[in-house]
C-alpha cells in the first residue's frame, strides 16, 4: 500500500439531508426502530459469539450439531466448529417441506426476452442431477471447479451442486479472457470447467466456449469441459474433454444427498485484486458463510413471503454469489436473474423488467444508476414501478445526486435506500442501513451490522477518536463470513489483512465517523481502483501493458469518471520510436487479451518517461492529478526529474 493513513484524506462531502424511515416500514420491520437495532447491536456486542451460536442453531440445518462457536487463532479463525451442515441443503432442502416447496426461486429473464421459473422443488432436481453429473465425471470432495457462465440459472445450479458435494467453485466473471481464466484455473488448481456456448450482451453473442478453449491450452489442471447449450451455436468440443450439460443432464438421476461437510469446508474461490499483479483467490467456508449471508439478507432486505428480490449482480463477482445465491435462497426469497444488458434492446429494459415481474426489492450498484440518470428520465416515465418497496445500492460509493435521483425516480420518494459496505473478503454485508429503522444520509452506509465492530486509525494506528477525521477502516474481531485466507497463500493473507493494524482486519478502505456515528467511505488505501463497481489493480494492469512488444514502462491510476465513479488511465512509456495511430488500440485490445474488456484503458498517455520517486518508485498521486486535470497539490519535493513531470502535463493525449 502507497500512502499513509490519514494523510490528504479531505473530507469534502457536506452531505446533511437526512430521510427516516417511512412510517409504514417501521411499523411492519423486525428491527423497527434505532432503539431495536441498538438493542440487537448491544447484545451482539456483550456476548459475539453467544449472539451467533443462537442464529447458527437456529437458522442453518445441522447434520452434527458444532461443539464450539469460534476458534479464534488470530488471523485464522474457525467458526461451528465440529458441526457439519450443506449450503445446497440450506438454500434447498430446507424448504421443501414447507410452503416454500412449489414457490418460485428463480425467475430469469434472457437478454432476448426468453423466460424460466424454477420452483424450489424444481431447482432441488437439477441441482441433484448435476451433482450427481460432477460426480459422474470424478469430481469429489476438496476438488476445486471453474465456473465461466453467462447469467443463467444453469450458473446457480452449478454452484449449488458444487456445494451439494464439497466441491469448491471459482465463478469467473464472463466478462474476463482466457489468459485470466487460465491464471484463475492454474492457481486454484481447477479440475473441471463448467461454461457455456455462448451468451447474449447487447444482442452480441459471447463466444464463452472459444474463450475457454484458449485458456484451457493453458490450464493442465483442468481434465473436462462441461457445455450448456445457450445460444445454439456450435462450438468446436474437444473429443473426450468437452461434454455436453443436456446430455449428461438426461443420463442423470435426480437423488442425490447434500453431504454433510465440515463447517470450515471451504465452499468457494472467488478472485479479485489486491494491490499487487496476482489477483488473489479469496476463501470462503461453509457454515459461517452461510449464516452471515442468510442473516444479513434478511436484515437488511427484510424480505417479505410474497417478495420479488432482484440483484443484478452477476454471480462472478460477491454480490451474486452472497445476494443472488447463497443469502436469498437460504432464506426461501424469489429471486429475479436476468442475463444481459441494461440498455438492451433499449434503456429501459430493467424498467420493464421490474414492471413486468412486479420486482419489490432491487439492489443494483451506483455506476448502473448514474448510467440510468445520463440515459434519460423517459425510459423510466414509461413503466409502472410502484411494486418497488426497498431499493440497494453496493460496489461503491453513492454520489449523493444519485441516490436522491434514485430515490425520487426509482423509489417514488417511498422506498427507503440501503447503501450496503461490504467487500469479497468479509463474505456479506457490513454496514448499512435497516430499512425499518436507519435514517438515511445520501452518501453514507450509515452504521454496522449487529455483530460488526468497525474502528477508524490514524496514521499512528491509533484509534480516531474526533468526528470526521478519516483514516484506515478496520474491523476489531472475527465475523462468521470473513474470508478465511488467500486460496494456497497464508503468508499473502497475513502481510495484506493482519499485518499492518495488528490484531485487526485492515479493509484496504479508508473511512470516517460524523457526529452521528454515521460511516462515511472515503476510497481506497491501495492501489485498487474500482471501475464500474469492479475492483481492479492498476499493478495487474501494468503488468497487462509491459507485456505488450513495445511497452517499456506503464502506469495505471484512477481518474474520476461520471458514470463508471474511476475510469482506467495510463501512462506508456514505449520501448523505442513514437506511437502510430494505431498504438493506442493496439494496447487496448491487448489489456482486454490478457484481462478483460472491462480493465481496458480509457485514457492513454504516451510518456517519454514517468515521474519517479529518488528510490524508483512510481508517483502514481502525481499521475492522478494529472489524469484528473488536477493541479498538482502534492509534495513533488522526492521527484526524482522535474521536467518529467512539465512534459507530461505539456504532452496529454
Ligand atoms: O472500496 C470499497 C468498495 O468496493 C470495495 C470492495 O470491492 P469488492 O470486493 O469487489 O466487492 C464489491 C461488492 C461488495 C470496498 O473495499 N465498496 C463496496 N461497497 C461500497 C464501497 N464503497 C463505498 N460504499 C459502498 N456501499
Not at 468437452?242 to 449428461?248: A, S, V
Not at 444481459?340 to 444508476?369: C, M, Q, S
Not at 524508483?616 to 484528473?628: N, P, S, T, V
Request: aromatic residues 10%.
Amino acid at each position: 500500500m502507497s500512502e499513509p493513513a490519514g494523510a490528504s484524506i479531505a473530507n469534502v462531502m457536506q452531505e446533511t439531508r437526512v430521510f427516516p424511515p417511512p412510517a409504514e416500514f417501521s411499523a411492519s420491520s423486525p428491527i423497527g426502530s434505532m432503539e431495536a437495532y441498538q438493542a440487537l447491536y448491544d447484545r451482539a456486542k456483550a456476548d459475539p459469539e453467544a449472539f451467533w451460536a443462537e442464529y447458527a442453531r437456529n437458522e442453518l440445518h445441522w447434520f452434527t450439531p458444532f461443539t464450539q462457536t469460534l476458534d479464534w487463532k488470530p488471523p485464522f479463525a474457525k467458526w461451528f466448529v465440529g458441526g457439519k451442515t450443506n449450503a445446497s441443503y440450506n438454500c434447498l432442502d430446507r424448504h421443501l417441506n414447507g410452503p416454500n416447496r412449489h414457490k418460485a426461486a428463480i425467475i430469469w429473464e434472457g437478454e432476448p426476452g426468453d423466460e424460466r421459473t424454477l420452483t424450489y422443488l424444481q431447482l432441488h432436481r437439477e441441482v441433484c442431477k448435476f451433482a450427481n453429473v460432477l460426480k459422474g465425471q470424478g469430481i469429489k470432495e476438496g476438488d476445486v471447479v471453474s465456473i465461466y457462465m453467462p447469467l443463467v440459472p444453469e450458473l446457480a445450479i452449478a454452484m449449488l451442486a458444487c456445494a451439494r458435494i464439497g466441491a469448491v467453485h471459482s465463478v469467473i466473471f464472463g466478462g474476463f479472457s482466457a489468459e485470466a481464466i487460465a491464471d484463475r484455473n492454474n492457481d486454484a488448481k481447477s479440475k473441471l470447467i463448467i461454461t457455456a456456448d455462448g451468451g447474449w450482451r447487447r444482442g452480441k453473442l459471447l463466444p464463452l466456449k472459444e474463450t475457454v478453449d484458449t485458456a484451457l491450452a493453458k490450464s493442465p489442471t483442468v481434465e473436462k469441459c462441461i457445455v450448456f447449450q445457450r445460444v445454439g451455436s456450435k462450438p468446436p468440443m474437444t473429443p473426450g474433454r468437452d461434454l455436453w450439460w443436456h446430455e449428461l443432464m438426461e443420463q442423470a438421476s435426480a437423488e442425490c444427498e447434500a453431504t454433510p461437510l465440515d463447517s470450515e469446508a471451504p465452499l468457494f474461490i472467488l478472485y479479485t485484486s489486491g494491490s499487487t499483479g496476482k489477483p488473489k483467490g479469496i476463501r470462503h467456508t461453509t457454515a459461517g458463510y452461510n449464516l452471515y449471508v442468510k442473516k444479513t439478507f434478511e436484515w437488511v432486505f427484510e424480505p417479505r413471503p410474497e417478495d420479488v428480490y432482484w440483484c443484478t449482480a452477476d454471480c462472478g463477482w460477491i454480490t451474486g454469489h452472497s445476494y443472488v445465491v447463497y443469502g436469498p435462497l437460504s432464506s426461501g426469497t424469489t429471486v429475479m436473474m436476468y442475463e444481459g444488458a441494461p440498455n438492451w434492446p433499449a434503456e429501459d429494459r430493467f424498467w420493464a423488467i421490474v414492471e413486468k415481474h412486479r420486482v419489490n426489492i432491487l439492489y443494483t450498484a451506483p455506476t448502473a444508476i448514474r448510467s440510468f440518470i445520463k440515459w434519460g428520465d423517459h425510459h423510466v416515465d414509461k413503466h409502472d414501478l410502484s411494486s418497488l418497496r426497498l431499493l440497494g445500492t453496493v460496489g461503491e460509493g453513492i454520489n449523493p445526486e444519485a441516490w436522491i435521483w434514485y430515490h425520487r425516480k426509482i423509489g417514488g420518494e417511498r422506498c427507503p435506500i440501503v447503501d450496503t459496505w461490504w467487500q469479497t473478503e468479509t463474505g456479506g454485508i457490513m454496514m448499512s442501513p435497516l430499512p425499518g429503522a436507519t435514517p438515511t444520509k445520501p452518501g453514507s452506509c450509515t452504521k454496522p451490522l449487529p455483530g460488526v465492530f468497525p474502528i477508524i486509525l490514524d496514521a499512528q494506528r491509533n484509534p480516531v477518536t474526533t468526528p470526521n477525521q478519516g483514516g484506515w477502516l478496520c474491523i476489531e474481531k472475527p465475523w462468521p463470513g470473513m474470508l478465511r485466507g488467500i486460496w494456497g497463500d497464508d503468508d499473502r493473507y497475513i502481510e495484506q489483512y493482519w499485518s499492518r493494524a495488528p490484531g485487526m482486519y485492515l479493509t484496504g478502505d479508508n473511512a470516517r465517523v460524523d457526529d452521528d456515528g454515521y460511516y462515511w467511505i472515503m476510497g481506497r488505501i491501495d492501489d485498487v481502483i474500482n471501475v464500474a463497481g469492479h475492483r481492479l489493480s492498476t499493478i495487474e494492469i501494468e503488468s497487462a501493458l509491459v507485456s505488450h512488444p513495445q511497452v517499456a514502462e506503464a502506469a495505471a491510476v484512477g481518474k474520476p469518471d461520471e458514470v463508471k465513479g474511476q475510469a482506467v488511465t495510463v501512462f506508456v512509456t514505449l520501448k523505442e520510436g513514437e506511437p502510430t495511430p494505431d498504438t493506442k488500440e493496439s494496447l487496448k485490445q491487448h489489456v482486454r487479451k490478457e484481462i478483460g474488456a472491462l480493465a481496458a484503458p480509457d485514457d492513454i498517455h504516451f510518456a517519454a518517461a514517468l515521474p519517479k520517486t529518488r528510490s524508483g518508485k512510481i508517483m502514481r498521486r502525481l499521475l492522478r492529478d494529472i489524469a484528473a486535470g488536477k493541479e498538482t497539490v502534492q509534495d513533488t519535493s522526492t521527484l526524482e526529474d522535474y521536467s518529467v513531470l512539465a512534459k507530461l502535463r505539456g504532452d496529454e493525449e
